[in-house]
């Protein structure tokens, strides 16, 4: 039998937003703040395989979220990139600014291609910029 799940949340594997050894947990946070419960999908540089992809991940993403959206019947999916990622370091910013764009350029593009693969689910995108000063604290925030 299907359990029923509110939302499926695709974020990227780095250590430094899920549960630390300090008690933090910056991606639990987002969920509780979010108020339902979630698939929690991780990758390497979250959604890049789906927007820059090689051969078999993009097709190993849209494979777990049909199992949210068909399986699990969630009806939002969350997209939560975040700076300082290692995922994308073969760009070699130049400045932070350059390096914003191109997670938030990704960030569209893969809302365009899941909304066109699920029809109907609601896509949101969010952000973690990393807190002044720090190197593993993250402020999430949600991208119109």
């Given at each position: 039998m299907a359990h029923l799940c509110e939302a499926a949340l695709?974020?990227?594997e780095d250590f430094r937003l899920h549960q630390r050894a300090d008690g933090s947990n910056f991606i639990a946070e987002t969920i509780h703040s979010l108020?339902?419960?979630?698939?929690l999908i991780t990758r390497g540089g979250c959604i890049q395989d789906l927007v820059?992809?090689?051969?078999?991940?993009?097709?190993?993403l849209?494979?777990?979220?049909?199992?949210?959206?068909?399986?699990?019947?969630v009806k939002t999916i969350y997209l939560v990139g975040h700076e300082d990622c290692g995922a994308y370091g073969h760009f070699q910013f130049n400045s932070r600014d350059i390096e914003l764009?191109?997670?938030?350029?990704?960030?569209?593009?893969?809302?365009?291609?899941?909304?066109r693969e699920?029809?109907?689910?609601?896509?949101?995108?969010?952000?973690?910029?990393?807190?002044?000063?720090?190197?593993?604290?993250w402020?999430?925030?949600?991208i119109k």
């Open positions: 695709v974020t990227c108020g339902v419960d979630c698939d820059r992809p090689k051969e078999g991940f993009d097709n190993s849209l494979r777990d979220l049909n199992v949210s959206v068909n399986l699990h019947q764009k191109q997670h938030y350029d990704d960030l569209f593009a893969a809302r365009e291609i899941l909304t699920f029809p109907g689910v609601d896509i949101q995108l969010r952000f973690a910029e990393l807190e002044p000063g720090t190197d593993d604290r402020v999430i925030v949600e």
